[in-house]
């Protein structure tokens, strides 16, 4: 089945140590998001990929970054995690045929 | 700008009981309208959506009606049971750039729902 996967499920890392967490789409779909949603919250957008048009929100901290190398990929990179980024990190596409969400993953720091 | 309000929950019914769940949204235009559902340490899954006015969006025997006048989408169902026990997000979103169909979601906050057996 055509899908979004977000690897790892669970990533423990250390205060201030940078972390990476990944998503990969087989929908070919040209959007890609990343929402990061706090404790049974609404998803708050972080930013956004048009094809490799690069989307930030205004109020996005500058210690998220992104990258997407290509159509398939798309990496959330937090170069020095605070407690305070502790969440679920939500990677999501959208296309002709809608939405398809990732199952998350769900980022703790130590 | 866009919102959306959902009522505050939780909500905690007993199984066979009728669920409301209201949603009502700003937006400029026409949005398409969605409710998602996250059950706990998952993701988001769609439960369904409507594209334009008086749209009924059912899955699941969830039902919602897309209300314009009203700038409404509130969600229901006839009897839940333990297994719908989640948080059910209400999102809007416009089209997006280069024909696709969905731009950005817009949540609401969310309404944690605990059924009972």
């Known amino acids: 089945d055509a899908m979004v996967i977000q690897n790892p499920r669970y990533q423990v890392t250390q205060f201030g140590k940078p972390v990476t967490l990944s998503c990969s789409q087989t929908l070919n779909h040209n959007v890609m998001y990343w929402y990061q949603q706090k404790s049974s919250q609404a998803p708050k957008l972080l930013f956004h990929y048009y094809d490799k048009d690069f989307n930030n929100e205004a109020d996005t901290p500058d210690n998220f970054q992104s990258r997407r190398p290509n159509t398939s990929f798309c990496f959330l990179d937090i170069r020095s995690p605070g407690l305070g980024d502790a969440a679920m990190y939500l990677c999501a596409t959208s296309g002709f045929l809608g939405y398809t969400f990732g199952s998350g993953t769900r980022l703790t720091v130590v | 700008g866009n919102s959306v309000t959902q009522m505050e929950g939780p909500v905690t019914l007993s199984e066979e009981a009728f669920l409301t769940i209201n949603c009502t949204y700003t937006?400029?235009?026409?949005?398409?309208l969605f409710w998602y559902v996250q059950y706990p340490g998952e993701g988001l899954q769609l439960l369904l959506k409507a594209t334009k006015a008086d749209d009924k969006g059912s899955n699941k025997g969830f039902e919602a009606t897309y209300r314009k006048e009203t700038t409404s989408f509130h969600l229901e169902k006839g009897s839940v049971q333990v297994s719908d026990s989640a948080v059910y997000f209400c999102a809007l979103s416009h089209k997006g750039r280069g024909g696709t169909s969905y731009g950005k979601l817009t949540f609401g906050q969310g309404t944690i729902l605990t059924v009972h057996p």
């Open positions: 937006a400029t235009g026409y949005p398409s």
